[in-house]
């Protein structure tokens, strides 16, 4: 247990199944905290809790379990929170991490019926997770991590609608944690640029050239590679046991993606970039 930096402490991780959120619960149970991992996929959820389970057995510390949870449902969120209380007793960190990004189109394609939906997944659900949440999490001094994403500050071609779903996470996160400091709850955001993920390899698939599309995934750092999933968790974990100072911060995690200039111009076949999330 000594030496574990989140020992004793209950997190929850919307879309913690897959990805990002998959990374942010392996670095958490490392670090022995419960982890309490939701998704709307019950195969996929019950897999990864039981492996991290076996982590935490392992290391005689943290937990791991899973609840199944659409987080476009608002009965479903308090159900998810109720089910960590009545395992774990506290909430100390929520990470909304459930997402999704839409295939590639200009505005003209998008019908304002896609954008609700998207704005009701990616937008609302932080919304209501962290309403519901805030009353357990004012008691432990908890905090909050909400996953944005980079392209909600340097915009994307043909995302206007995920773009606008992540720029209003960012704008959330800060307004959120003006009014939570007086309660100790810190609330901030991570900004993850191109992380290898299913997501991604979902966008691979579906481009016109797969090979190209994953190259310029990787070139478009100037580490020049995607990040991994456990890059974030260890962010998202820094942020919730060492930096006891941060509140309302957008941490970009984008291995220098927006740095520098480079070609944007478009040209006949298309914008320069046509990856990213
Ligand atoms: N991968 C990237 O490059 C990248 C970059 C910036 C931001 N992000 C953001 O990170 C987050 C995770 O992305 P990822 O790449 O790990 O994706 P992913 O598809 O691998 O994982 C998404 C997770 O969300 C869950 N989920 C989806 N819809 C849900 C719903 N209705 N209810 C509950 N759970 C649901 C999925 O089951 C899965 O566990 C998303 O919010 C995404 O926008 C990703």
Redesign the pocket.
Known sequence: MVGLRYAGKVVII??????????CAEEFVRAGAKVVV????EA??NAVAAALKSVAQAQSAGDASFVF????KAE?IQNLIEVTLSRYGRVDCLIN?????PPHKPIDEFTVEEFRDLIE??LV?VFNACKLALPHLRRTRGNIIN?????ARIGQHQATT?AAT?GAITAFTKALAVDEAAHGVRVNSV??????????Q?AIDAAPDPQRCRAEGEEAQVLGR??A?EE?GRLCLFIAAEATFTTGVDHIISGGAELGYGRKKPDATGPARPS??
Do not use: F, Q
Not at 38 to 41: A, E, I, K, L, S
Not at 69 to 72: I, N, P, S
């Open positions: 919307t879309g913690g199944s897959s990805g990002i959120g998959k990374g939701c998704c709307n996929v996929e959820g949870c659409d987080v476009r479903d991490n459930a997402g999704w990004h997944l990616n659900s996953v944005s994403s980079l392209v995920y992540k900004s993850p640029g191109n992380i290898y993920t299913p997501l991604w979902e995607m990040g999933a974030v990213d999330l």
